[in-house]
């Protein structure tokens, strides 16, 4: 009985694990979903639009509908950067006070905006507990340049790594994915005149 015991323990101690391992910190978006997304909204024109939720810079349809890349500015969330469907927040950053939420609304991951560390994962309204030693790799920061410009977002030992914001000192400011430093996959150019240009930066290895 005391093996038999042991034994439901191991297994259920290694799919723990397994469940774990699975974990992502937020959803991978293939990039053919991300194109066909594009591919939709590209010419979709920017401009301002306000919601009991807050008011939103970015892509909207003809007829008015927020589609595409932008920005709320919310009570409730504070500044969410990211893509939208219909009004619907789809990915992105939730950037409010205290903490920055990256991912979905039903699979992001939570850091402490005081310290830069992650505190948890959150997928279907469970919470997950992180390894002592993930904080040591994954942060959230804000990294000022000489130039005046600005990083905002994910780092990994240091570099922008992950989903951050790039404002330029000239007012602009660019939403994206990076890798070791350099911009990755599909984003958005916000410019001071209003316009949004969306982009798509390729690796050394595509």
Known sequence: ??????????????????????????????????AAFVDFVKDFASGVAKSSYGQYFGQITRERNIYGFGAYYTDQDGVVYGQYRLGNFLFGIKM??????????????????TTGDPLYISKNGDKYSLPADYGQNYRFESLTYQNGDKY?????????????IYYYNNGNYYYGKYLNNERRGFGAMFFTN????????KGEDE
């Open 1 to 34: 009985m005391k093996r038999l015991f042991f034994l439901i323990m191991l297994v259920s101690s290694v799919a723990a694990n397994a469940q774990f391992a699975r974990l992502d910190k937020y959803p991978n978006i293939p990039t053919q979903y991300d």
């Open 152 to 164: 905002v977002g994910e780092t990994v030992n240091g570099k922008r790594e992950g989903v951050g």
């Open 96 to 113: 409010g006070v205290q903490t920055a939420k990256v991912g979905s609304n039903d699979h992001y991951i939570c850091y402490d905006l």
């Open 194 to 201: 209003n316009t949004i240009t969306i982009q798509y930066w």
